[in-house]
């Protein structure tokens, strides 16, 4: 199973504990954030309502070995800056 936080994020769902009830079919991790509820506006690592942090910690917490995808879907400007921030994040949270 893959599992894309941003959607949760979108719908008002707590991504981490989807994170902890999927973990044992969990296979690929999109990890995303999006700027509010309702909208599926991504952005960079920390600056919307998902908990992206607490969900790679979680998922390392859970055995997770698999991969993580670094998403942000922007379709009005170049996300280049916010990908590569997010990516440095992501690579930061999984070595703590």
Known sequence: MTVDTGWFGTHGADARQAL???????FHLH???????????TCRYGRG??????????VRQLGYKGAISVEHESGDYDPADDLRAS????VEWLAE
């Open 20 to 26: 902890k009830e999927l973990a044992p079919r969990l």
């Open 31 to 41: 990890l995303k954030d999006v700027l509010a509820v309702g909208g599926h506006e």
């Open 49 to 58: 309502v998902v908990p992206v942090h607490e969900c790679v910690t979680i």
């Open 87 to 90: 990516r440095q994040m992501l």
